[in-house]
């Protein structure tokens, strides 16, 4: 199946400092990234919609200044926390896409990054 | 909106015992179904899906059938193993919502020996 990785896997950062959090789709191309957010153990709370070549479309109550989305390339989005405070130490997913062969819906999630925010 | 309703965890099994967590479903269209586990410390991995009515969805043992007129789809396993203990979620998602998951909370599963 298709490949999604993220990097870096865990990051502890001071608050204050911003952090960038990498996902690529690996052997396949990603119109369509999506981001999450997962408190422990919680669910997956959709942030936004990362789309190659245009403006991340953000769910309500998630701030696109605080977290900013770029998706500059059609294997390559990042997610930027700015400012990050300790509030936003929770665990990143990214998932995508594979627009190729048979469209079920299924969506192909990176390994996730823990950001811890001292 | 879609909605995905999960039992309520945890759920603690002895290995080899019957496993079965419920999921049902509220959506507009024909959505396709899936179960996503995650173990500790890792991000998600598709276990199985069906994308229409009557559909069985089946891996590593676990099976889920999608049930239209019951709006479920709930996952089960004959004989659990230790290394199942993960989350477990059920999850939907529609063309009209572009793909969007929307996931159930979760079902914490521990398997003891």
């Known amino acids: 199946g298709a490949v999604v990785s993220q990097h870096p896997s865990w990051v502890i950062c001071k608050s204050g400092t911003s952090v960038k959090i990498e996902c690529r789709s690996l052997?396949?191309?990603?119109?369509?990234m999506f981001w999450y957010r997962q408190f422990p153990k919680q669910s997956l709370m959709l942030m936004a919609t990362?789309?190659?070549?245009?403006?991340?479309?953000?769910e309500q109550g998630v701030e696109k200044d605080k977290f900013l989305i770029n998706h500059a390339s059609l294997t390559l989005s990042t997610l930027t926390v700015t400012s990050a405070h300790p509030e936003d130490s929770s665990f990143y997913i990214c998932?995508?896409?594979?627009?190729?062969?048979?469209?079920?819906?299924?969506?192909?999630f990176g390994e996730g990054s823990r950001l811890t925010v001292l | 909106g879609d909605s995905v309703t999960q039992m309520e965890g945890p759920v603690t099994l002895s290995e080899e015992a019957f496993l079965t967590i419920n999921c049902t479903y509220t959506a507009t269209g024909y959505p396709s179904l899936f179960w996503y586990v995650q173990y500790p410390g890792e991000g998600l991995q598709l276990l199985l899906k069906?994308?229409?009515?009557?559909d069985k969805g089946s891996n590593k043992g676990f099976e889920a059938t999608y049930r239209k007129e019951t709006t479920s789809f709930h996952l089960e396993k004959g004989s659990v193993q230790v290394s199942d203990s993960a989350v477990y979620f059920c999850?939907?998602?529609?063309?009209?919502?572009?793909?969007?998951?929307?996931f159930g909370k979760g079902t914490l599963l521990t398997v003891n020996p």
């Open positions: 998932s995508a896409r594979d627009p190729t062969g048979e469209d079920t819906g299924e969506l192909f």
């Open positions: 999850a939907l998602s529609t063309a009209s919502s572009n793909y969007k998951l929307t």
């Open positions: 069906a994308t229409k009515a009557d």
């Open positions: 990362s789309n190659e070549g245009s403006k991340a479309t953000y």
């Open positions: 052997d396949f191309q990603a119109t369509t």
